[in-house]
Each structure stands twice: as C-alpha cells, then as structure tokens.
C-alpha cells in the first residue's frame, strides 16, 4: 500500500484568493490523481498527473483555475486559484498501489477548504 | 461511458441488523470494482475490491460479490455496529486509470 499526506489538512481562506495543496506519497508513483469532493457529494475527478507531463484535466477543469505541478514521483501540488464559495471542498489526491496491489488505489486525509 | 449506481441514503439502521447497499454499473469491458468508506471527517479507506466476475470481495465483516450477469456489486454485512456509521462509495476502474465513483450512501446505526 501506499502512505499519502496532504497539507493543509484544512483552511479557511478568503474569496479572490489562491490555496495551494500539497500531496506527499511515501514511494515512487507513476500516475497521481486530484479530485473533489464537494459538500455531501461523491467524488469528481479533476485531473491527473503525471511526472514530466503536464496535467490531463477533466470536462470542467481548466488549468487556469486549478494548476497542477508534479515534479517527481512521489509530490504534487494543486493550486485553487481565485477562489470562490463554490470552491469550498475537499481535495484529495490519490494514487496507484503499484504492482502486485491489483489495481488498488489509495487516497490521502483530503484538505478541507472553506471559501468565504 | 462509465458510470456507477448506488442507492440513495440515508440509510438507517439498528446495530446488529443486517445491511444491504446497491451498487450497479456500466462498464463497456470488465472493470474492477470497489468499496470505499468514509468515516465522519477522515479520508477515503479501500474496504474491499473485485476484479473479475464471480470474485468475492471482504474485510470486516463486509462482503461483495462481482456479478457479472446483474452487472452489480452490492455491499453486504450480516450484522452491523455503531461504528460501521460512514458512507460508502462503490466504485469502478476500467477503460482509465482513474476511478468512477457513485453517489455515495450514507449509513448511520444506532445502538
């Protein structure tokens, strides 16, 4: 299995503003994935990233707004720019297992953004 | 494209009453199939997962079959605890290597 942090944790951040959310895997993955979890909702994919590569994003993400920087195999970061109430989720990045984890993936604690 | 199913919550249940959630998809191949749990302010834990038609997925106590001929992979637990409170995400991986995910049921057990 995977170990995943993510920071913040939480935040309270004010609207116009930018949140940037770091996610820190405990082994090297090839693929990373974002997604949001907006207030009792499931979960929605905004992008995924790959190391060397830009960001894949979703049907209604664009980088502008969420821009995404995958260094190395093990971090990534996704900034929420400009923000709004609307954007008041939670942000989780997961991960592959990697071999021999039957396609597994594993998720980190989430950041709890509230926009105000 | 892929979607995933799952009956709508709240569901309500006395502890050691036996639980049933629904999750049924739409697949163009045969995906993977999951369970995810979200206790109350806590990230996504994996509870169980198929891969191929006819596996039995558990831990917990929980169960799930991967019924290719429903196309369904309901969640299952004979007897359930104060502690099982969360909710459950089913969820499926084909085609990508980004998950699917439904709607989420929200389980609450009172003692």
């Known amino acids: 299995s995977a170990v995943i942090s993510q920071k913040p944790s939480r935040d309270i951040c004010q609207r116009g503003t930018s949140l940037t959310i770091q996610c820190q895997v405990d082994s090297q993955v090839t693929m990373m994935f974002w997604y949001r979890q907006q207030p009792g909702q499931s979960l929605t994919l905004i992008a995924t990233a790959n190391q060397g590569s830009e960001a894949t994003y979703e049907s209604g993400f664009v980088i502008d707004k969420f821009p995404i920087s995958r260094p190395n195999l093990t971090f990534s970061t996704l900034t929420v720019s400009n923000m709004s109430p609307e954007d008041s989720s939670i942000y989780l990045c997961?991960?592959?297992?990697?071999?021999?984890?039957?396609?597994?993936?594993?998720f980190g604690p989430g950041t709890r953004l509230l926009v105000l | 494209g892929n979607s995933v199913t799952q009956m709508e919550g709240p569901v309500t249940l006395s502890e050691e009453a036996f639980l049933t959630i629904n999750c049924t998809y739409t697949?163009?191949?045969?995906?993977?199939l999951f369970w995810y749990v979200q206790y109350p302010g806590e990230g996504l834990q994996l509870l169980l997962k198929?891969?191929?038609?006819?596996d039995k997925g558990s831990n917990k106590g929980f169960e799930a079959t991967y019924r290719k001929e429903t196309t369904s992979f309901h969640l299952e637990k004979g007897s359930v605890q104060v502690s099982d409170s969360a909710v459950y995400f089913c969820?499926?991986?084909?085609?990508?290597?980004?998950?699917?995910f439904g709607s989420g049921t929200r389980l609450q057990v009172q003692p």
């Open positions: 997961s991960v592959e297992g990697g071999a021999g984890s039957g396609e597994t993936q594993y």
């Open positions: 969820a499926l991986l084909w085609g990508r290597r980004a998950l699917t």
């Open positions: 697949a163009t191949g045969y995906p993977s």
């Open positions: 198929a891969t191929k038609a006819d």
